[in-house]
């Protein structure tokens, strides 16, 4: 059926969520849909949501109060929820006065068909997994459906996600990632490389390898085990590929070493380590679910920059965490000043519904003390973060052109503001032809800020 009706898609969340709204556009196109930049002009709404953070949920809930009111005037509109948080509600998602489409992120597949039936027809419909923790999702159609990435939009010219593996089977106490995203499975090697190779013919430079537990990635076939290190090297093969990033990792032993081994020995693979410790209690981590002691996590990161040479690492914590005293929180302070992370993302708890910690634990933390907790460890860590981006002044460093930053004006001459970043993602800003967007660069780093180095293009 040939259409052209007119879509608006709007992405909450993480890589995930971004890579997989990338999916449905590609879909959308290819179904001859037309992908518009506003509300207005839509005649159908897709949100793709997130779970991961009440504050994620009820910024949805909002928009969708707005949409309630915009459907008044307009009831052709059609509104589809997609991702977690239509995965994590359901039917209970459909009863709301805007939405007509629920769809959770293992039947994006379904999507298209949903959204004509919607627009023809005006019906309604659910699509979400039952029983999601009984079995890891081995979904063709989800396979198919990702496979045809290459066809899609870039999220950011010449670069592309790739996600290895799906669901997550750790279970840390806070997390609703496991009950939106079903348990975890890799994703089979030979489609992993088929993909990354299709990719590169498009043009792509640098690919994101996805997983919530990246570093677990392990695939049997025959007598061989594959693991993260394998995928590295298999694209580190492929021609057109220049930067290799993968993220996020989990901290354990397995396969760690040979990770770190594929760092330093592949040039193309980046020397980035997103490896998120969220406490530096170890009263905490346990009741996290973290199967790690602080000290374990500092060794880990230890052995890692002894092997990679120049290494950055990033990292998660969660603070306010049930029953988390002044004393764990200095604790997490500790392993902050010891790590010395690039950047830390700090997320205050948040209780989410059907997981362990909200079921079992008391979120006794007030959220005073909880933002108190928030803002101190981000300076804390702002320090550390002063300090690393002191040691690249003077420097030249190459780095990949994501595009003109959000300050500069469409409407500027040749030379516009542009946003890029180092194999080892730090932020560079600095001044340059909107042609570069998607290039490699050379440029000479002129001043630092905790979280931004400004530069100078090298001719
Ligand atoms: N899989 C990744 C990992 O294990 O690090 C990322 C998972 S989650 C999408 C990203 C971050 O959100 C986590 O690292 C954690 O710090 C934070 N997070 C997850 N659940 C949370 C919750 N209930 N409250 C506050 N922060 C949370
Ligand atoms: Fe959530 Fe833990 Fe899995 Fe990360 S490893 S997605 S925090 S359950």
Redesign the pocket.
Known sequence: MKDSKKIFLHTYG?QMNKLDSALVCSALKEAEFEIVDSEKEADAILINTCS??EHAEQRVISHLGNLKHIKETRPQLVVAVIGCMAQRMGGELLKHPAVDIVCGPAQIPQLIDLLKEALFNKSKSLAVTENILQHPLENQPLENFESSYDRDEQIIPGQAYVSIMRG?S?F?S????PYVRGLEISRPPAVISEQIKRLAGRGIKQITLLG??VNSYEYKTGDKTYCLADILETASIIDGIEWIKFI?N?PTEKYFEQICFAMRDLPKVCRYLHI?A?SGSDKILKAMNRMYSCQQYLQLIEKAKNIVPNLSIAG???VGFPSETDDDFQQTVNLVQKAEHKNC?V??????PG?I?EKKLKDNVPAVVKQRRNVELLCVQEKISDRLSKEFLDKEVAVLVEGPSKKSHPDEGKEVQLVARTSTDWIVVFDGPKTLAGQFANVKIVNSTPLTLFGQLCS
Do not use: E, L, M, N
Request: glycine share 4%; with cysteine; proline share 7%.
């Open positions: 993480c991961v953070r997550c750790k840390c806070y997390c609703i990632v919530q537990a996020t989990y998120p969220q998660d914590f969660i993302f997320f205050k708890y948040s209780p989410r997981t910690g």
